[in-house]
T-cell receptor, first 111, second 118 residues
Framework: GESVGLHLPTLSVQEGDNSIINCAYS??????FIWYKQESGKGPQFIID?????DKRQGQRVTVLLNKTVKHLSLQIAATQPGDSAVYFC??????????FGPGTRLSVLP | GAVVSQHPSWVICKSGTSVKIECRSL??????MFWYRQFPKQSLMLMAT?????????EQGVEKDKFLINHASLTLSTLTVTSAHPEDSSFYIC??????????????FGPGTRLTVL
C-alpha cells in the first residue's frame, strides 16, 4: 500500500464534547473492521470492532458505525476526555487475512 | 489477557549491522504473527505474516533476505533486519492472533520497537 502524506488529519475537540472520527475503507468485500488507538511511541490498542453484517456497535463511550454502501466507517467518542488524545486508525480485513490500516487521524482534546 | 511483548523497545545500531527484534505472546499461543513497519506520522504497513513452523509470507516490495522472520514456537516470532541502513530506521510493531480465538479476527499488538540506524 501507499502511505498517504506526511501529515495526519487532526481533529480538535473540547473536553466533554463528542468526537467523530471518519474512515473510508477500500475493499467492498472486507468483512471485519476495527478501530485502534495509538499513543505516541506505543503499539496500537484495540478499541472496538464490527462485522460487515452489522451497521452499528456500541461500547463504553464509543460507537462504531458502518456504511457499506459508501464504504465508510466512523468512530464516535462520547464525552471526550484528555486521555482520549491519540492517533486513531481504522483497519479492514477479509477472512482475517491482511489487515489494511487507514492513514490515521490525530485527536487533540482541548481543555 | 492477550498480552504481546517486544524486545528491545528501542535499539540504536551502526549502519551495516544486523538487529534482531523479538515478539512474544505472553499469555496465549499464536499460530500467526504479523510484522508491521510505521514511519513517523504514517500508518502501519504490513511487512509480513509469520506462521509457526512455516515460512513467512512477505508483502510486495518487502525484501525477505533483508528482513528475516522466524516463528519457531507458538509464542515467539523474531524479525532480523540484516545489514541495516539509515532508511531502515522506523517503528516496528508485531501483532499476534490467539489460537484459541481462531474464530475471531482480532489481533493483539505489541508495544513496538524503535530502530535507529546511524
Amino acid at each position: 500500500g501507499e502511505s498517504v502524506g506526511l501529515h495526519l488529519p487532526t481533529l480538535s475537540v473540547q473536553e466533554g464534547d463528542n468526537s467523530i472520527i471518519n474512515c473510508a475503507y477500500s475493499n467492498s468485500a472486507s468483512d471485519y473492521f476495527i478501530w485502534y488507538k495509538q499513543e505516541s511511541g506505543k503499539g496500537p490498542q484495540f478499541i472496538i470492532d464490527i462485522r460487515s453484517n452489522m451497521d452499528k456497535r456500541q461500547g463504553q463511550r464509543v460507537t462504531v458505525l458502518l456504511n457499506k454502501t459508501v464504504k465508510h466507517l466512523s468512530l464516535q467518542i462520547a464525552a471526550t476526555q484528555p486521555g482520549d488524545s491519540a492517533v486513531y486508525f481504522c483497519a479492514e480485513t477479509l477472512y482475517g487475512q491482511n489487515f489494511v490500516f487507514g492513514p490515521g487521524t490525530r485527536l487533540s482534546v482541548l481543555p | 489477557g492477550a498480552v504481546v511483548s517486544q524486545h528491545p523497545s528501542w535499539v540504536i545500531c551502526k549502519s551495516g549491522t544486523s538487529v534482531k527484534i523479538e515478539c512474544r505472546s505472553l499469555d496465549f499461543q499464536a499460530t500467526t504473527m504479523f510484522w508491521y513497519r510505521q514511519f513517523p506520522k504514517q500508518s502501519l504497513m504490513l511487512m509480513a505474516t509469520s506462521n509457526e513452523g512455516s515460512k513467512a509470507t512477505y508483502e510486495q516490495g518487502v525484501e525477505k533476505d533483508k528482513f528475516l522472520i522466524n516463528h519457531a514456537s507458538l509464542t515467539l516470532s523474531t524479525l532480523t533486519v540484516t545489514s541495516a541502513h539509515p532508511e531502515d530506521s522506523s517503528f516496528y510493531i508485531c501483532s499476534a492472533r490467539d489460537i484459541d480465538r481462531i474464530s475471531y479476527n482480532e489481533q493483539f499488538f505489541g508495544p513496538g520497537t524503535r530502530l535507529t540506524v546511524l
